[in-house]
């Protein structure tokens, strides 16, 4: 019985990490091509592994574009964001699952509604919004259509409809409004729902593209996608290297934040699920 439960379960372990290494590989094949000279860059067979150690295609990143800004902006577009999103995200989600009043559900549904429009169809009137506003050009263009998702309303609401009301109740006979409920109470009991939408609303401005490509024109508010777009037409593909090394700087920071936050990712979608 027992060679019998560890066979299906070794065949699975070996499956998975064969998707890891399948997974990975494109980000080897980068890695190590961001090490070597540019005329090696092409080179038949790939190679996943370094066969040289060039680390001065990473400065020379510095040097080609300025790198360092693009950072920045894009840093100072995605903490702006998420800050913006939790605030506005938490009460939303608590008023929706802790708070009757008229018209709740039809309210929430309009709300989730809005994840059914793609967003191209909302560039143009986002857009006209925000040359109305005198803002095309300028971060703000970028921070604040994205500072309400309703996805993350869904899962913030989802996962305080799983937290006993007792502790509502407690609260309310020691004195505590809805206010210092929701601060003291539902915010450190929704800690792990909070770090994964955080963690999502960050990714996706941090990836952002098409947006900036609208918006923005100046390079010195360009973030970071568009950098490394203007830094592969400005290097061409005889410096594919430094490109590369580019891409790579790019994804520390998200794959840092993934790291540490993959663990509460997966408990609030559990939790986000059980009640409705």
Known sequence: ??????????????????LCILMLMPFAWIFS?????PKESFRLPPSFFPTSFHFENYIAVFHAF???????NS??????????NLFITTMAGYAFARIPFKGRDVVFMIILAGMMIPSQ???IPTYIVMSKMGL????????LPSIISPLNIFFVRQYMLTIPDSYEEAAYIDGAGRFRI????????????IIMTSLLTF????????NPLIFLSKYDRMTLPLGLKVLSGAMGTGSVSVILAGVMLSIIIPTVLYVFGQKYILQSVVMSGLKS
């Open 1 to 18: 019985m027992k060679s019998r439960v560890k066979i299906p379960q070794m065949i699975l372990i070996i499956g998975l990490l064969l």
């Open 33 to 37: 091509t961001s090490l070597r000279l």
């Open 66 to 72: 300025p790198f360092a800004k693009v950072i920045f």
């Open 75 to 84: 840093l100072k577009i995605a903490v702006t964001v998420v800050i913006a």
């Open 121 to 123: 169809a909302k560039l």
């Open 136 to 143: 095309v050009g300028t971060h703000m263009s970028l921070i």
């Open 182 to 193: 929701y601060l003291r109470i539902f915010l450190p009991m929704s800690k792990s729902v």
């Open 203 to 210: 990714l996706a401005s941090w990836n952002d593209f098409l």
